[in-house]
């Protein structure tokens, strides 16, 4: 187990393109006696991104896979890109008997019929690829003959539509889920650095917890709410009050410094908002109370770092401290269960019975005191995505989860530690590593 990986590479490192192994999708068409597997989206799109690693417009693009052949149907103006990102960054030198492709799949980008919808382009290309059908100006072709076409889950309703109507049946497939699902050596590299990424804009935090200071009475008194008690007192650093929403900006401004975007994700909640799993409000930090920082950027090809700790400045050693104790042990107990032939919900069972070891509700409901979620999830180019691990998924090698016990009382704050790891042939990586303890410390 290392925070490094095992080839030796750093972030300095320049990337390998990043390649899909459509193969798989070929396969399932051929498994399922389809036609053709078909696929909408946009850059937003993170089944769409996975398949064709086309990252722009906002505007749908359209990609088509029947056995052996690839087909991008991009949108006006993003033909040069989506021939880079699509076709030649899946091109391989094979050994002289001209240009082939690292899966065996030919691609090629079209963006003829750019002004229909995407789904209408789609059907379009099914019936050139399957049988050359010319097509007329709005998409239609003379031919009513049903396919059967293989579409993910994701595919836009519209789409789906469009590509009923020109005669096709359509067939959920998880071949792209299960491809996801297990990350390959580059996409790997990819969640290093961004984890990486994520630990610097940690540090950042927690150096700024540690130099901040408790207000005065007189200060405390200035700028004490109505509604607020005077037992924990307001934190001052750099010459102003300590919010939630200041902490996020010097986070972000060091994720920003390291090439990656916070994308809304930097969740920090301080005393009762540390609770609240996903708090990206305004409120102030006091001595004493929790602040739960939860950081999740987005990095290169869009993979995402995840990443919690919890810190407490002039801390009492309370409820704070006993749960910061029972949430490490259960963090500890679940990395223990992890390697490949595990079951996922074996990892959230111990660590919810750690928990309840140190007398917390390992089953609390939303809202209730104890822990109240899973202990992960997966992450690659989705935030949450398979396997869960709260579920019956076998883990194997290639899964990248994050682990995240942690408990919460409404009335008093949260604590969670979240790392993010990924299972190997023996064990688990934690794609980065980052110290713990409840009170902060300049890093």
Known sequence: MTGEPADGRNSSDPLEPLRTDLASVS???????????????????????????????????????????????????????????????????????????????????RTDGVGGHAGERAAAAVDELIDGAETDGDG??????????????????????????????????????????????????????????????MARAETVLAESKAASRSEAEATESADCGPSHEPLRWNGGSLTTERLRREVNATLAARGVRDAGNTVIGAGSSAADLHYVGDDPIRAGETVLLDVSPRGPDGYYGDMTRTFVVDGDGGWERRAYVAVEAAREAALAEIEPGVTAATVHA??????????????????????????????????????????????????????????????????????????????YELLAEYPFGIVPQKR
């Open 27 to 109: 396969d399932a068409v051929r498994n399922a006696d389809a036609d053709a597997f078909v696929a909408v989206g946009d850059r937003f799109a993170a089944d769409h991104r996975y398949l064709t690693r086309f990252a722009g417009p906002d505007r749908a693009s359209a990609l088509v896979v029947v056995p052996g052949r690839a087909v991008l149907c991009a949108p006006a103006l993003f033909g040069e890109q989506a021939e880079r990102e699509f076709v030649e960054s899946a091109r391989l030198d094979d050994g002289g008997d001209g240009p082939g492709f690292h899966d065996g799949i030919v691609r090629s980008v």
């Open 140 to 201: 239609e072709t003379g031919e009513t003959n049903e396919r059967t076409l293989l579409v993910p889950a994701s595919i836009p309703h519209d789409a789906a539509v469009y590509l009923q109507r020109a005669g096709n049946a359509l067939q959920s497939t998880d071949a792209v889920t299960t491809a996801r699902a297990r990350k390959t050596s580059d996409e790997l590299d990819r969640l290093r650095r961004v984890q990486r990424a994520t630990a610097a804009g």
């Open 350 to 427: 111990e660590a919810a019975a750690e928990l309840a070891a140190y007398g917390f509700d390992p089953n609390a409901t939303e809202g209730a005191a104890g822990f109240t979620h899973g202990t992960g999830h997966g992450v690659g180019v989705s935030l949450h995505e398979p396997p869960s691990l709260s579920g019956g998924t076998e883990l194997k090698p290639g899964h990248v989860v994050t682990v995240e016990p942690g408990v919460y009382d409404p009335a008093i704050g949260g604590v969670r530690l979240e790392d993010l790891v990924a299972v190997t042939e023996d064990g």
